[in-house]
C-alpha cells in the first residue's frame, strides 16, 4: 500500500492517457496494468468536434483516480492558472505539477516549480511535483508543502531508464520517508523493476506503454515488473561486489590438499 | 464584437460570457474558463462581462501525461 497525500493507493503503477492508438487500447491499458491513477490533461476544446467531453467521459468509466498536469506550461503564471482550471473541471485537488524549463529535454525548471508548488501548497492543492534528481530542489519542494516528489527517470519519451543512478539514489537515500515516484523516461519493463528495486515507490509512465507494439501486453508485462521490483526491495538485495565470491561451498571440496 | 477564442477570432453577439460560450457552441460542455490569462470559474461567469479584444481559452479535459 503506498499513500499519496492523504490517499492510499495499491498499485505502483501510474498511467499517462496520451499517445495510445485508440480510447479502447487505453482503456484496456489501464485495466492490464491494474493501474489506480491516471494522468490527464486540458487542452483547447473545439465547440464542433466536442474531443474532450467524450475523452472525459472514457476516462470516468475506467473508475480511476485522475491526476491532472500542467503540462506544456512553461511560467508559473500559466502553471498556476492551468492548475486552478484543472481544479474546477477535474474536481480534484491534486496536480502533477509541470514548468518545462528546455524544449529539447522537456527538463523541468526547478526555480519556476518551486515557486508555482509555493503557490499551490498555500492554496490547498496536493502537488505532485515533476522535478530532477537534484537534492537542493528537492529540499525546497519539501519545505513549499509538497508530500512528494516525482524526480524524473529520463527526458520525457525518451525510453533511456534510469539515466542518473547516482543521482537517483542519493534522492532516495535522502528522503527515506518522502514518497518517491519515478516520472518519465521508462523504457522497457526492466527499468521499472529496477526503479522499484532502488526503493522508489511507484512509477509513471505514458510512451513506453502507448507507443509499444500491442499497448496492452506491454502494461500487463509492467506490472509484472513492478510487482517483482517491489517484492525484490522488500526481500533485501545483496550489495554488489568487485570480486566473486563461490556460491558452492569451498568446505570439502574434492582434489584439494 | 471581436474576442480571441482559443486562438481564433470570433464573432459574438452577447457580452456576458455564459451566454457567449451558448452562443460559441459550449452549451452544456464541461469545461474550464481563462479571460486574459485569468482564471474564470464557472461560478464566476455569470459577472463576467466581455469587451472587444478580450482573449477567452476554453479548455477541455485531454489526453496527458
Given at each position: 500500500m503506498l499513500r499519496l497525500y492523504q490517499t492510499t493507493v495499491h498499485s505502483r503503477l501510474m498511467l499517462g492517457s496520451a499517445r495510445y492508438p485508440s480510447p479502447q487500447v487505453l482503456a484496456d491499458a489501464v485495466k492490464a496494468a491494474r493501474a489506480e491513477i491516471v494522468t490527464v490533461s486540458l487542452r483547447r476544446e473545439s465547440a464542433g468536434e466536442r474531443a474532450g467531453q467524450a475523452f472525459w467521459s472514457l476516462i470516468r468509466e475506467l473508475g480511476v483516480r485522475v491526476l491532472p498536469n500542467t503540462a506544456g506550461c512553461h511560467s508559473v503564471k500559466e502553471a498556476v492558472t492551468t492548475a486552478h482550471m484543472a481544479r474546477e473541471v477535474f474536481g480534484t485537488t491534486w496536480i502533477k505539477l509541470e514548468v518545462i524549463g528546455?524544449?529539447?529535454?522537456?527538463?523541468?525548471?526547478v526555480f519556476g516549480l518551486v515557486d508555482a508548488a509555493r503557490t499551490l501548497c498555500a492554496e490547498g492543492f496536493e502537488v505532485f511535483p515533476y522535478t530532477t534528481e537534484d537534492l537542493v530542489v528537492a529540499e525546497r519542494l519539501l519545505a513549499a508543502g509538497c508530500g512528494l516528489l516525482m524526480p524524473w527517470?529520463?527526458?520525457?519519451?525518451?525510453?533511456?531508464?534510469?539515466?542518473?543512478l547516482f543521482g537517483l539514489k542519493a534522492l532516495r537515500a535522502h528522503f527515506p520517508e518522502v514518497p518517491l515516484i519515478i516520472d518519465a523516461g521508462l523504457g522497457v519493463p526492466s527499468h521499472a523493476a529496477q526503479a522499484l528495486e532502488l526503493g522508489f515507490d511507484a512509477v509513471l509512465l505514458n510512451t513506453a506503454i502507448?507507443?509499444?507494439?500491442?499497448p496492452v501486453r506491454m502494461a500487463a508485462a509492467f506490472a509484472q515488473a513492478i510487482e517483482a521490483g517491489l517484492a525484490a526491495r522488500q526481500a533485501g538485495p545483496i550489495e554488489p561486489r568487485d570480486l566473486a565470491v563461490p556460491s558452492t561451498p569451498v568446505i570439502g571440496t574434492a582434489f584439494r590438499g | 464584437m471581436k474576442i480571441l477564442v482559443n486562438g481564433a477570432w470570433r464573432e459574438t453577439a452577447s457580452r456576458e460570457l455564459p451566454q457567449a460560450l451558448e452562443e460559441l457552441g459550449y452549451g452544456g460542455a464541461v469545461v474550464s474558463t481563462a479571460l486574459n490569462g485569468e482564471f474564470i470559474a464557472a461560478a464566476q461567469r455569470a459577472d463576467t462581462v466581455l469587451a472587444d479584444g478580450d482573449r477567452l481559452e476554453v479548455l477541455a479535459p485531454m489526453q496527458g501525461g
Open positions: 528546455e524544449d529539447d529535454t522537456l527538463q523541468p525548471d527517470g529520463a527526458p520525457i519519451g525518451s525510453g533511456r531508464g534510469l539515466n542518473n502507448a507507443q509499444a507494439g500491442d | -
